[in-house]
Nanobody, 125 residues
Framework: QVQLVESGGDLVQAGDSLRLTCAAS????????LGWFRQAPDNEREFVGA????????YYADSVKGRFTISRDNVENTVYLQMNSLKSEDTAVYYC??????????????????WGQGTQVTVSS
């Protein structure tokens, strides 16, 4: 099963941009759809976006559509989350996840098999 490690979280100001990286190892990367979720204190884990196995299709939550972009590199076994125009409500721990089912805009956490440890994003207003 694939192992995932996120990086790139930081403390930024509202309106700034940030790119998160998730590096995978231990599996056939192109076998997996990849998702990004986030969890703020006292909140449930929330779907942010996902990308299909070969990167031809992406899916986003309404709250981030137009601001966040997911991409992947199946040679480098890496998935990225580019976050622009950050808002204070984007503050959360961000997790990447790998799954074998076709993602959607309503993807659930239980559809994904492997998870990273998370990286903290804090947006100050």
């Amino acid at each position: 099963q694939v192992q995932l490690v996120e990086s790139g979280g930081d403390l930024v100001q509202a309106g700034d941009s940030l790119r998160l990286t998730c590096a995978a190892s231990g599996g056939t990367f192109s076998r997996y759809a990849l998702g990004w979720f986030r969890q703020a204190p006292d909140n449930e884990r929330e779907f942010v976006g996902a990308i299909s196995r070969y990167g031809d299709t992406t899916y986003y939550a309404d709250s981030v559509k137009g601001r966040f972009t997911i991409s992947r590199d199946n040679v480098e076994n890496t998935v990225y989350l580019q976050m622009n125009s950050l808002k204070s409500e984007d503050t959360a721990v961000y997790y990447c996840a790998a799954g074998v089912t076709q993602p959607s805009t309503r993807a659930r956490a239980d559809e994904f098999l492997s998870w990273g440890q998370g990286t903290q994003v804090t947006v100050s207003s």
